[in-house]
Protein backbone atom coordinates (compact mmCIF):
# COMPACT_ATOMS: atom_id res chain seq x y z
CA UNK A 1 0.00 0.00 0.00
CA UNK A 2 1.40 3.40 -0.89
CA UNK A 3 -0.12 6.74 -0.33
CA UNK A 4 1.09 10.50 -1.07
CA UNK A 5 -0.90 13.32 -1.37
CA UNK A 6 1.41 16.90 -2.27
CA UNK A 7 0.18 20.73 -2.32
CA UNK A 8 -2.75 20.46 0.18
CA UNK A 9 -3.47 23.51 1.88
CA UNK A 10 -5.57 23.23 4.65
CA UNK A 11 -7.28 19.74 3.65
CA UNK A 12 -7.29 16.37 5.74
CA UNK A 13 -6.51 13.64 3.18
CA UNK A 14 -7.44 10.02 5.16
CA UNK A 15 -6.81 6.73 3.90
CA UNK A 16 -7.83 3.75 5.91
CA UNK A 17 -6.90 0.39 5.41
CA UNK A 18 -9.54 -1.86 7.57
CA UNK A 19 -7.83 -5.37 8.60
CA UNK A 20 -9.48 -8.45 10.54
CA UNK A 21 -9.78 -7.03 14.46
CA UNK A 22 -7.42 -8.99 16.28
CA UNK A 23 -8.08 -8.25 20.30
CA UNK A 24 -5.21 -10.47 21.61
CA UNK A 25 -1.26 -11.31 20.80
CA UNK A 26 0.96 -9.48 18.78
CA UNK A 27 1.11 -7.56 15.56
CA UNK A 28 3.84 -5.66 13.67
CA UNK A 29 3.32 -2.67 11.37
CA UNK A 30 6.26 -1.38 9.28
CA UNK A 31 6.54 1.47 6.48
CA UNK A 32 8.76 4.02 4.88
CA UNK A 33 7.88 7.81 4.97
CA UNK A 34 9.44 10.85 3.93
CA UNK A 35 8.21 14.51 4.26
CA UNK A 36 8.60 17.03 1.52
CA UNK A 37 8.79 19.88 4.34
CA UNK A 38 9.35 20.67 8.15
CA UNK A 39 6.63 23.13 8.44
CA UNK A 40 3.15 24.09 8.19
CA UNK A 41 2.04 20.77 8.09
CA UNK A 42 1.81 17.05 9.53
CA UNK A 43 1.22 13.87 8.82
CA UNK A 44 0.10 10.03 10.32
CA UNK A 45 0.17 6.77 10.39
CA UNK A 46 -2.38 5.16 13.06
CA UNK A 47 -2.84 1.87 14.26
CA UNK A 48 -6.95 2.27 15.11
CA UNK A 49 -10.01 0.71 16.89
CA UNK A 50 -13.15 1.94 14.68
CA UNK A 51 -12.80 5.94 14.82
CA UNK A 52 -10.48 5.84 17.92
CA UNK A 53 -6.45 5.73 17.43
CA UNK A 54 -4.44 3.94 20.00
CA UNK A 55 -1.33 4.01 18.02
CA UNK A 56 -0.99 7.57 16.79
CA UNK A 57 2.48 8.02 15.08
CA UNK A 58 3.40 12.06 13.98
CA UNK A 59 5.14 13.23 11.72
CA UNK A 60 4.83 16.78 13.00
CA UNK A 61 4.77 19.74 11.65
CA UNK A 62 7.91 21.64 14.09
CA UNK A 63 10.29 19.08 12.79
CA UNK A 64 9.96 16.59 15.25
CA UNK A 65 8.66 12.85 14.98
CA UNK A 66 6.19 12.05 18.10
CA UNK A 67 3.66 9.84 19.61
CA UNK A 68 0.54 12.16 19.43
CA UNK A 69 -1.20 10.67 22.93
CA UNK A 70 -4.23 12.71 22.10
CA UNK A 71 -5.66 15.90 24.08
CA UNK A 72 -2.29 17.98 23.09
CA UNK A 73 -0.10 15.69 24.60
CA UNK A 74 3.03 14.18 22.15
CA UNK A 75 5.76 12.06 23.20
CA UNK A 76 9.22 12.96 21.38
CA UNK A 77 10.30 10.22 18.94
CA UNK A 78 12.70 11.60 17.20
CA UNK A 79 13.98 15.38 17.38
CA UNK A 80 14.36 16.05 13.86
CA UNK A 81 13.89 14.49 10.57
CA UNK A 82 15.80 15.54 6.85
CA UNK A 83 13.31 16.80 4.66
CA UNK A 84 13.03 14.48 1.37
CA UNK A 85 14.86 11.29 3.10
CA UNK A 86 13.25 7.77 3.76
CA UNK A 87 12.80 6.55 7.28
CA UNK A 88 11.75 3.34 7.69
CA UNK A 89 9.48 2.93 10.77
CA UNK A 90 8.10 -0.43 12.83
CA UNK A 91 5.64 -0.40 15.57
CA UNK A 92 5.21 -3.41 17.53
CA UNK A 93 1.98 -3.49 19.36
CA UNK A 94 1.38 -5.81 22.39
CA UNK A 95 -2.38 -5.99 22.51
CA UNK A 96 -2.64 -8.11 25.25
CA UNK A 97 -0.23 -5.21 27.11
CA UNK A 98 -1.84 -2.28 24.92
CA UNK A 99 1.16 -1.11 24.44
CA UNK A 100 3.51 -0.45 21.67
CA UNK A 101 7.12 -0.43 21.24
CA UNK A 102 7.97 2.08 17.83
CA UNK A 103 11.96 1.70 16.68
CA UNK A 104 12.71 4.52 13.84
CA UNK A 105 15.98 3.36 11.18
CA UNK A 106 16.48 0.00 13.32
CA UNK A 107 16.43 2.08 16.35
CA UNK A 108 14.01 1.56 19.09
CA UNK A 109 13.03 5.46 20.15
CA UNK A 110 9.81 4.39 22.34
CA UNK A 111 9.17 1.08 24.73
CA UNK A 112 5.79 -0.41 26.37
CA UNK A 113 4.01 3.01 25.53
CA UNK A 114 0.24 2.58 26.47
CA UNK A 115 -2.12 2.56 23.61
CA UNK A 116 -4.25 6.34 23.64
CA UNK A 117 -6.88 4.62 24.64
CA UNK A 118 -7.12 1.58 27.75
CA UNK A 119 -10.95 0.33 27.52
CA UNK A 120 -10.96 -0.55 23.70
CA UNK A 121 -9.58 -4.40 22.84
CA UNK A 122 -7.90 -4.92 19.10
CA UNK A 123 -6.88 -3.39 16.09
CA UNK A 124 -9.60 -3.08 13.00
CA UNK A 125 -7.76 -0.62 10.99
CA UNK A 126 -4.89 1.49 9.74
CA UNK A 127 -5.08 5.18 9.04
CA UNK A 128 -2.40 7.26 7.12
CA UNK A 129 -3.21 10.72 6.56
CA UNK A 130 -1.62 13.35 4.35
CA UNK A 131 -1.58 16.93 3.75
CA UNK A 132 -3.00 18.69 7.09
CA UNK A 133 -2.01 22.05 7.68
CA UNK A 134 -2.38 25.31 6.84
CA UNK A 135 0.68 25.35 3.97
CA UNK A 136 2.01 23.30 0.87
CA UNK A 137 3.45 19.89 1.76
CA UNK A 138 4.16 16.14 0.33
CA UNK A 139 4.39 13.07 2.05
CA UNK A 140 4.90 10.01 0.93
CA UNK A 141 4.50 6.02 3.04
CA UNK A 142 5.15 3.27 0.82
CA UNK A 143 6.44 -0.84 1.67
CA UNK A 144 3.68 -1.44 4.27
CA UNK A 145 3.77 -4.61 6.16
CA UNK A 146 1.85 -5.88 8.54
CA UNK A 147 2.67 -8.90 10.30
CA UNK A 148 0.17 -10.75 12.90
CA UNK A 149 1.73 -13.30 15.11
CA UNK A 150 0.24 -16.64 16.09
CA UNK A 151 -1.46 -16.29 18.82
CA UNK A 152 -0.90 -19.08 21.64
CA UNK A 153 -4.32 -20.28 23.68
CA UNK A 154 -3.67 -20.35 27.34
CA UNK A 155 -4.23 -23.85 28.49
CA UNK A 156 -3.91 -23.12 32.50
CA UNK A 157 -2.90 -20.53 34.87
CA UNK A 158 -0.70 -21.77 38.15
CA UNK A 159 0.04 -19.59 41.13
CA UNK A 160 2.93 -19.21 43.25
CA UNK A 161 0.81 -20.10 46.00
CA UNK A 162 -2.54 -22.28 46.87
CA UNK A 163 -2.69 -21.10 50.49
CA UNK A 164 -1.81 -18.06 52.70
CA UNK A 165 -2.05 -17.09 56.28
CA UNK A 166 -2.00 -13.59 57.16
CA UNK A 167 -2.36 -10.88 59.86
CA UNK A 168 -4.57 -8.24 59.77
CA UNK A 169 -3.12 -5.30 57.79
CA UNK A 170 -0.83 -7.88 56.41
CA UNK A 171 0.59 -7.63 52.39
CA UNK A 172 0.91 -10.67 50.35
CA UNK A 173 2.57 -10.68 47.03
CA UNK A 174 0.80 -13.46 44.39
CA UNK A 175 2.08 -14.07 41.05
CA UNK A 176 0.53 -16.02 38.02
CA UNK A 177 2.15 -18.12 35.33
CA UNK A 178 0.25 -18.45 32.02
CA UNK A 179 0.81 -21.61 30.16
CA UNK A 180 2.47 -22.56 27.78
CA UNK A 181 5.19 -20.15 27.26
CA UNK A 182 3.91 -17.44 25.18
CA UNK A 183 0.17 -17.51 25.50
CA UNK A 184 -1.64 -14.48 25.08
CA UNK A 185 -4.24 -13.08 27.37
CA UNK A 186 -4.40 -10.81 30.73
CA UNK A 187 -4.52 -12.10 34.02
CA UNK A 188 -7.58 -10.69 35.89
CA UNK A 189 -7.32 -10.99 40.18
CA UNK A 190 -10.28 -11.15 42.30
CA UNK A 191 -11.66 -11.90 45.68
CA UNK A 192 -14.95 -13.56 47.38
CA UNK A 193 -14.44 -11.43 50.52
CA UNK A 194 -12.95 -8.13 49.96
CA UNK A 195 -13.59 -7.34 53.59
CA UNK A 196 -11.32 -9.82 54.34
CA UNK A 197 -8.67 -9.68 51.77
CA UNK A 198 -8.30 -7.93 48.67
CA UNK A 199 -6.29 -8.21 45.73
CA UNK A 200 -5.05 -5.09 43.58
CA UNK A 201 -4.50 -6.27 39.72
CA UNK A 202 -0.82 -6.74 40.14
CA UNK A 203 -1.60 -9.68 42.81
CA UNK A 204 -0.73 -7.77 45.50
CA UNK A 205 -2.93 -9.50 48.40
CA UNK A 206 -4.28 -7.08 51.33
CA UNK A 207 -5.60 -8.60 54.22
CA UNK A 208 -8.45 -6.43 55.82
CA UNK A 209 -9.90 -8.31 58.53
CA UNK A 210 -10.21 -11.83 60.22
CA UNK A 211 -11.86 -14.81 58.33
CA UNK A 212 -10.92 -16.60 55.09
CA UNK A 213 -11.00 -15.64 51.45
CA UNK A 214 -10.59 -17.08 47.95
CA UNK A 215 -8.17 -14.90 45.94
CA UNK A 216 -9.35 -16.21 42.28
CA UNK A 217 -6.60 -15.53 39.27
CA UNK A 218 -8.37 -15.82 35.50
CA UNK A 219 -7.27 -15.12 32.10
CA UNK A 220 -9.64 -12.38 30.17
CA UNK A 221 -11.42 -14.21 27.47
CA UNK A 222 -11.30 -17.78 28.83
CA UNK A 223 -13.51 -18.08 31.91
CA UNK A 224 -12.62 -21.77 32.42
CA UNK A 225 -9.07 -21.10 32.89
CA UNK A 226 -8.66 -20.01 36.49
CA UNK A 227 -6.50 -20.73 39.86
CA UNK A 228 -7.51 -19.97 43.52
CA UNK A 229 -5.21 -19.13 46.43
CA UNK A 230 -7.13 -19.91 49.48
CA UNK A 231 -6.16 -16.81 52.38
CA UNK A 232 -7.36 -16.95 56.29
CA UNK A 233 -6.48 -13.81 58.25
CA UNK A 234 -5.98 -14.25 61.84
CA UNK A 235 -4.95 -12.50 64.44
CA UNK A 236 -1.72 -13.63 65.76
CA UNK A 237 -1.82 -15.05 69.77
CA UNK A 238 0.41 -12.93 72.25
CA UNK A 239 3.07 -15.54 74.24
CA UNK A 240 2.09 -13.78 77.06
Not at 15 to 27: D, L, P, V, W, Y
Not at 152 to 158: C, F, G, L, R, S
Not at 214 to 221: K, L, M, P, Q, R
Request: charged letters at 20%; proline letters at 2%.
Amino acid sequence: MRTSAADKVGTSVYFTRNIENQSSGKITLSFDFRAGQRSGSAGYVVLANGDTNLVQFQIHKNGTIVWNKGNGSLKTLLNSYNADQWYHVQIDADLDKKTADISIEGEKVISNESFNNQDLAGIDNIKTAVGIGSQNCSFDYDNFVLTKAEVIAPEEIILSADTAELQPGEIFQLNAQVNPEGAGGTVVWSSDHEEIASVSSSGLVTANGTGSANITASVEGYDSISAVCSVTVEEKELPW
